[in-house]
């Protein structure tokens, strides 16, 4: 059975970091992609961030230099570091593992950044 879970959500105050963490299980983890994404009410899904399987990470646009993807393969987890969060970031979080054009994902996090 395929778990993603993510985890390291909450209220945080503009200019503040989280770091979100997302454990897999029931997958081969080093063969897949890792991504986050989120979706704020009203919005569509985006695409946050993501790190390949060979470690080559890219961005949105809009948390370029503020936010880091990371994975460790001997785990199975994923991470995001946020740091200089603003009140747009806030949305909730979702891990996705990809191989092959299939995604599996994870119920999400809640990330709330106040002004």
């Known amino acids: 059975q395929v778990q993603l879970v993510e985890s390291g959500g909450g209220l945080v105050q503009a200019g503040g970091s989280l770091r979100l963490s997302c454990a897999a299980s029931?997958?081969?983890?080093?063969?897949?992609?890792m991504n986050w994404y989120r979706q704020a009410p009203g919005h569509q899904r985006e695409l946050v961030a993501t790190?390949?399987?060979?470690?080559?990470?890219t961005y949105a646009d809009s948390v370029k230099g503020r936010f880091t993807i990371s994975r460790d393969n001997a785990k199975k987890m994923a991470y995001l570091q946020m740091n200089s969060l603003k009140p747009e970031d806030t949305a909730v979080y979702y891990c996705?593992?990809?191989?092959?054009?299939?995604?599996?994902w994870g119920q999400g996090t809640q990330v709330t950044v106040s002004s």
């Open positions: 996705a593992a990809q191989r092959y054009g299939h995604a599996y």
């Open positions: 790190i390949t399987t060979d470690g080559s990470t």
């Open positions: 029931g997958i081969a983890f080093m063969m897949n992609h």
